[in-house]
């Protein structure tokens, strides 16, 4: 090959996008026309100028764009998954810190009254910063009975100041009523307003067992659905799903434990179950989104 193609070569590119001068183009022309190799590299290239890709077939536009979609979703799973693990932890601390703490009965503890307007005015010490009130009707003895107990919480103790609590029990004097106070400690309630019409004891406030059965039915959950995963291994339809759900007890199961340990036993069923299942739900969407996430990861690095 020679120095004249060589040169020509070197502004092929340029003659075939006609950037070229007047006179370039008559000598790149000439030379074309007594040179067979220069000529058949120059139809390469016009052919190659004069191809324009499809949308289907944009070997330049089409991969960058993917590229920026999967970036951009590599940041939303990421801000995803960093924002969900965030809000478990911090309703587990949230948790742990609000967790009601009972007081057994003593006399200093509350004082009850006969308010002017007939109710009855129950009045707590100042370390109460909260209480409840169960009402029930006993048909035997056709007599409302109140029980109520107080707590604090180390979120209280700290972070809040809620003052002094007061709550009023309404009472028309034509019906019989009993007030007893629930310790939630295993000992005996302590009648504090009324007359015991029951030669029995007053009886025990026992705690609720349901988180029990709710943290076995996620352990039985589980290992279904991991039996059901080796069994249909070749169903990668199903396999999707089952990958899906797996997860779901195992934030179950997590958050139980993150909340409240290994302790089963709850005074306070209904908060205790929410905030577990709110923790489950933050945790089961960060695995989710975790999984996802690392797959993108792996995916943009091969």
Same mark, same amino acid.
């Given at each position: 090959m020679s120095d004249r193609c060589n040169l020509i070569k070197d $502004?092929?590119?340029?003659? &075939?996008e @006609?950037? &070229? %001068?007047t006179d370039t183009r008559e000598f790149v022309s000439e030379h074309l026309e007594h040179c067979a190799e220069c000529s058949a590299e120059f139809e390469r290239m016009r052919k190659t100028e004069n191809f324009i890709p499809d949308a289907g077939h944009d070997t330049d536009i089409v991969p960058l764009k993917r590229v920026k979609r999967d970036l951009f979703i590599k940041r939303l799973q990421t801000i995803c998954f960093t924002g969900s693990l965030a809000c478990a932890? &911090? *309703? $587990? $601390? #949230?948790g742990i810190l609000t967790l009601p703490k009972f007081f057994p009965y %003593? @006399?200093?503890l509350l004082h009850v009254i006969d308010g002017p307007d007939g109710n009855i005015v129950i009045t707590f010490d100042s370390e109460v910063t909260g209480y409840s009130c169960d009402e029930v009707f006993d048909n035997e003895t056709e007599t409302v009975i109140y029980r109520i107990n107080a707590w604090t919480t180390t979120w209280d103790l700290h972070l809040s100041n809620r003052g002094k609590q007061n709550m009023v029990i309404p009472f028309d004097r034509e019906t019989e009523i009993q007030i007893f106070y629930a310790q939630n400690d295993g000992s005996e309630d302590v009648l504090i307003y009324g007359s015991n019409q029951s030669a029995e004891e007053n009886g025990v406030t026992l705690p609720r067992l349901i988180l029990m059965p709710y943290f076995l039915l996620a352990f039985l959950a589980l290992v279904v659905l991991a039996i059901l995963r080796v069994l249909l291994r070749n169903k990668q339809a199903i396999i999707v799903w089952i990958d899906r759900a797996i997860p779901f007890p195992i %934030?179950?199961?997590?958050a139980?434990?993150?909340t409240?340990? #290994?302790s089963f *036993? *709850?005074?306070s069923s209904h908060r205790d179950f929410c905030i577990i299942i709110l923790v489950a739900m933050l945790l089961y969407f960060a695995i989710l989104t975790g999984k996802s996430l690392k797959a993108r990861l792996n995916t943009l690095r091969g």
């Open positions: $502004i092929l590119p340029l003659y &075939v @006609d950037m &070229v %001068s932890i &911090v *309703t $587990i $601390i #949230f %003593s @006399d200093n %934030s179950y199961m997590a139980q434990l993150c409240r340990g #290994f *036993t *709850t005074y």
